[in-house]
């Protein structure tokens, strides 16, 4: 089937009738680009329950994030496996995806090693990319983006609350 395919090259619009082709983005995870989703710090191992971020390139079409709770493992057309198990997704954009790394990912026993990442856009699959994941892996969110500083700290039981 033939349609039109319209190309605009500077101010002016050419009109092709052939069959129009969209390439679709194939997902790239970026060398070392998952990590630890608090400290972003590479070389630091992920862990079952943590929180990870995945850095790289056409991850996702738009930025999107989680509306409920439970997580869903498909965010837009984004899905996320690490050793084939699917990732709960918190949020996803073009450059970067924050994932809660699968309890039940290291399925041979192990309590550590190295994991295989993939992110699926679509049809599309990017290169499995391998990250180390330990036992725990603890991290603290702050008020300063290097770590350093108090804690982010929540209380929402009324009954605590002085008056």
């Given amino acids: 089937m033939r349609s039109l395919c319209p190309v605009l090259l500077g101010s002016v619009l050419l ?3 052939s069959p129009c082709f969209v390439r679709a983005q194939t997902p790239q995870i970026l060398d070392a680009g ?5 400290t972003y710090a590479s070389g630091q191992p992920v862990s ?3 929180i990870a971020s995945i850095f790289g390139n056409d991850l996702a079409a ?3 994030q989680a509306g409920s709770i439970p997580l869903s493992a498909t965010l837009g057309d984004v899905s996320v496996t690490m050793n084939g ?3 709960p997704i918190f949020f996803v954009s073009p450059g970067q995806i924050n994932v ?3 309890w ?3 399925t041979d026993g192990s309590e550590s090693g190295s994991i295989d990442v993939v992110v699926t856009r679509g049809q599309s699959s990017s290169n499995a990319q391998s990250v180390q994941i330990a036992p725990v892996s603890p991290s ?5 983006p290097d770590g350093v500083g108090n804690a982010i700290a929540i209380n929402s039981d009324e009954r605590s609350r002085r008056p």
Avoid: E, K, Y
């Avoid at 603290?140 to 300063?144: E, K, N």
């Fill in 15 to 17: 009109v092709f009738v």
């Fill in 104 to 106: 039940n990912v290291l």
């Fill in 48 to 50: 079952p329950g943590s």
């Fill in 140 to 144: 603290i969110f702050t008020l300063m």
């Fill in 62 to 64: 738009s930025l999107a």
């Fill in 100 to 102: 809660q790394v699968p």
């Fill in 85 to 87: 198990v699917s990732a």
């Fill in 34 to 38: 998952t990590v630890n989703g608090v």
